[in-house]
């Protein structure tokens, strides 16, 4: 594959728009988003790019409380 790596984008909400908070590189396996609030749920899409900085379409979102 041409996955040069991976986008990182969050919400308080399961739907509407998802900020972008990070990217990582192909060969990263996780991601720790250290600017969190205790109690609070977020959640997290995570897309993967290419070289050229084509992103892959949104398939899930996973939620983390």
Request: aromatic share 16%; hydrophobic share 30%; glycine share 10%.
């Amino acid at each position: 594959p041409d996955i040069s790596g991976y986008a990182v984008y969050w919400n308080d909400e399961p739907t509407g728009e998802f900020e972008f908070v990070a990217s990582t590189g192909r060969n990263q396996t996780c991601y720790i988003d250290g600017d969190v609030t205790n109690g609070v749920t977020y959640f997290y899409a995570v897309l993967a790019f290419d070289r050229a900085g084509q992103e892959s379409p949104l398939k899930c979102r996973r939620r983390n409380i």
